[in-house]
Structure formats: C-alpha cells, structure tokens
C-alpha cells in the first residue's frame, strides 16, 4: 500500500502515469500524428490540442476512463485491490473500499477485467503446457461429459514450471475437431512449447505447431483426474477453484477467453488502457444481473 500510495497517491500522480502511458514519447495527435501542441483547462478537465489540425483531446478520450464521473485515484485504487488480492475482490468488497454505489463497483469492476482480459487474449503459453477438454453448463438433462448436447466445451490450457507448479491458464470456447485445435494451437501455444494431452483425437492437431506433445491414454472418469502428468489442468476447469497466485479474470463476453492470471502491476494495465485497442466498453452489459450478495 505504501508503494501504491508514492506511485499514485493523488490524483495530479494518476493523471501524470496515465499520461506517460498514453505518450511515452510526448504528445501526439491521434488524427494527425503531430506533436506541436498546447494544453488548456476546460470545466475542470484539462485538453490537449494539436497545433496542426487543431484537434481537441483529453488523457482519457478512448479509454474505460473517457466517460467516468469517478476521480481517476479511485479506478487506481481498484486495480490495485484487484491485482494485489489473493482471491477474486468482489464487486460489494470495491464498493465497500472505495464508497461507491453497488452498480458504480460492479460496472467499474468489470470494465477493469474487461481490459484485463482483453490485455491476456495474445498471451501465448510456453514451456510445459497440460491442456485439456472442459464443459460448461449442463443444466438441463442428457448425455454427461463429452458426448453432452447442451454443454459449452472449452479448451483448458495451464502453463506450469518444469516441476508442475501452475503459472497461467487459459480457457478457449472451442469445436473439439482437428482443424479447430489447430487454429487454436497456432495461437495459444508457442512453437517451443512441450503439451501434455490426454489421447482425445482431436488433440493430436497440437503436433504440429509445437515441439513435442505427449499424448497419454488414460481411462474415463476419476482414473485421469488422479494421474500426476494432468494434477494441474485437471482441476482448472470454467467454474475451477484451483489457486493461482493472483486472481481470476473472467471476461463478461461468452466469446471472450477466461485468463487466470499471475499478478500484475498497475503500471501494465495502465499501459493498456491506454492503448488504442483497448477495450470496447459498450459490449459490456450494463449492470449487474443480480442484486449484492447479503
Ligand atoms: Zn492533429
């Protein structure tokens, strides 16, 4: 927290590291590129115009920022809750630490994870890689398991160190065919990349796009959950409460992957919000489906 607090205590420091973010090389006209420019005060917000085109912008114009009513150290505050917690903050923790409303938390809550995921959609995984087929839903009656007709199927990838230890995972909804896992593959997974699959057909597409890939047949059910080569992938499924050492990201779009993601420093996520691709706030729903949990 101390840390926090000389990095972005205030809200001139906020403004001043969103700035560097957004022009690490000093301003830049994002219609026209040129850099002579002049700053003034206008209600209280401070534009920057272009000497060339004389177009008119603010620091966070295009950003999850641009349309907020909340002083820029409060959203500072929130990625730092949501970044240095063990678990999940909840939408009713933020509203509790920063004294918003309920709907003010949640919708800030979600854009920030919005961009979070957004930031980890081209992490690609390396090294040791345990990938796996998961399912989602299933609420309504049928087949269990693979052969079910009214589940979400995802591919589940979890990146560990040589010893097994979890370092990042990331969930894909994907069509279990070769040519989908392929596509996937070319992706997700880096070329150096050594994957441990069960002996699901589909998953021998993966051969070709990284160095090795180990697939080893084990039976159905409870026999391929205990078996040491799959201990992390197998208990990372969408609704997994396998602990990674930082929180879970869950985009709000079903198309969207789910990244479980180390820690990460304001600093990277301030980088990109301030990027120009960074996220599209409006494919956000616009409050939260249910009510705060009492
Ligand atoms: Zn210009």
Redesign the pocket.
């Known amino acids: 927290m101390a840390e926090f607090l000389e990095h972005y205590g205030t809200e001139e420091k906020c403004r001043a590291a969103l700035v560097a973010a957004r022009w690490p090389q000093g301003f830049r ?1 994002p ?2 590129t ?1 850099e002579g420019h002049s700053t003034f005060i206008r209600q209280g917000r401070q534009y920057w115009q ?1 000497q ?2 004389r ?1 008119q912008t603010t620091v966070t114009a295009g950003t999850v920022f641009e349309a907020t009513k909340l002083p820029l150290s409060r959203w500072f505050l929130a990625m730092h809750l949501m970044t240095q917690a063990k678990n999940n903050v909840s939408a009713l923790e933020l509203k509790r630490h920063l004294g918003l409303r309920y709907k003010s938390a949640w919708l800030m809550k979600h854009k920030l994870l919005q961009v979070m995921v957004e930031r980890e959609a081209h992490r690609v995984l390396k090294g040791r890689v345990e990938i796996d087929d998961a399912y989602l839903g299933g609420e309504r009656p049928g087949k269990p398991g693979r052969g079910s007709e009214n589940k979400i199927p995802f591919v589940v990838a979890v990146q560990t160190t040589d010893d097994g230890q979890p370092v990042v995972a990331r969930m894909n909804r994907i069509a279990f065919t070769k040519d989908a896992m392929q596509a996937w593959a070319h992706t997700a997974l880096a070329p150096s990349a050594r994957v441990i699959s069960d002996a699901l057909h589909c998953f021998r597409a993966v051969a070709g796009e990284v160095a090795r890939h180990t697939a080893i047949v084990v039976g159905s059910g409870r026999q391929a959950v205990t078996r040491p080569e799959f201990r992390r992938v197998t208990r990372c499924s969408p609704t997994s409460r396998l602990r990674f050492p930082g929180p879970t990201m869950r985009s709000s779009l079903p198309s969207m992957p789910t990244a479980i993601l180390p820690r990460c420093s304001i600093a990277s996520i301030v980088a990109s919000i301030s990027n120009p691709s960074s996220p599209d706030s409006s494919a956000l729903p616009s409050s939260p489906a249910r009510g705060p949990r009492q």
Do not use: V
Request: charged content about 25%; proline content about 0%; overall charge neutral.
């Open positions: 006209c219609d026209c040129h272009c060339r085109c177009h």
